[in-house]
């Protein structure tokens, strides 16, 4: 029964590599994020979707990029992987977009560490 | 653009003690609020939030947090800390004009002392 989920947990890869991370909500939510956490515990949104829309794109390298199949799924491609992004990366989904005022459900995270 | 700063990086209390997180926003009127937890290895989970309405908002596991518009401030409160309490804790702000688009404070650290 769990809300939002994120695979894989961990991900370890080198330098150069293309991963993807995969996020899925049951929640029935319309609206799907990405929010990228440094090592100091900043959390910084990257993307949102909304019904498989594209409405938040913060300053993020172009060879991050996400793809909505369907507005339960919101998964996350990125390329020649640098050390730079080793972060943890949340996932979270929202009821709809009313302007900022949603309470967002987060999932449990997904390690990643580029070497 | 909304900005929100939480100005104590790290806050120590002992279990019992009564705890204050600090929270300023920067908004051009009035936002919403939000109070995030994060248990170490967890994602973040809701606490309170503050639409409208009531300025002292409660929120679940004995949290509360106080809407102070004059302050900009958005303080989280607890009379009586419990050691499951350590964690770090996310003021967010979102504009009621932006869509869907929060805003997370830099986090504060607490632990707290047997």
């Known amino acids: 029964d769990t809300a939002v989920s994120q695979t894989p947990k961990y991900l370890v890869t080198q330098m150069g590599n293309d991963k993807s991370i995969k996020c899925e909500q049951n929640?029935?939510?319309?609206?799907m994020y990405w929010y990228k956490q440094d090592s100091k515990k900043f959390l910084k949104i990257m993307f949102s979707?909304?019904?498989?829309?594209?409405?938040i794109n913060e300053t993020v390298p172009n060879r991050f990029s996400p793809k909505s199949p369907d507005k339960a799924h919101l998964n996350l491609h990125i390329n020649s992987l640098e050390l730079g992004d080793s972060a943890v990366y949340f996932c979270?989904?929202?009821?709809?977009?009313?302007?900022?005022?949603?309470?967002?459900?987060f999932g449990p995270g997904t390690r990643l560490l580029v070497l | 653009a909304q900005s929100v700063t939480q100005p104590d990086i790290h806050i120590t209390v002992s279990e019992g003690a009564s705890l204050e997180l600090r929270c300023n926003y920067s908004?051009?009127?009035?936002?919403?609020l939000f109070w995030y937890v994060q248990s170490p290895g967890q994602g973040l989970q809701l606490l309170l939030k503050?639409?409208?309405?009531?300025?002292l908002v409660q929120g679940i596991k004995g949290f509360e947090a106080e809407f102070k518009r004059s302050q900009s401030s958005f303080n989280l409160r607890k009379p009586s800390v419990h050691w499951s309490d350590a964690a770090e804790y996310f003021c967010?702000?979102?504009?009621?004009?932006?869509?869907?688009?929060?805003?997370f404070g830099d986090g504060t650290t607490l632990t707290v002392k047997p």
């Open positions: 979270a989904s929202s009821q709809e977009r009313t302007g900022g005022g949603e309470t967002q459900y």
């Open positions: 929640l029935g939510h319309d609206t």
């Open positions: 979707y909304n019904n498989k829309e594209l409405i």
């Open positions: 908004y051009g009127a009035t936002p919403y």
């Open positions: 503050y639409f409208s309405g009531d300025t």
């Open positions: 967010a702000v979102g504009a009621r004009t932006n869509a869907g688009k929060s805003t």
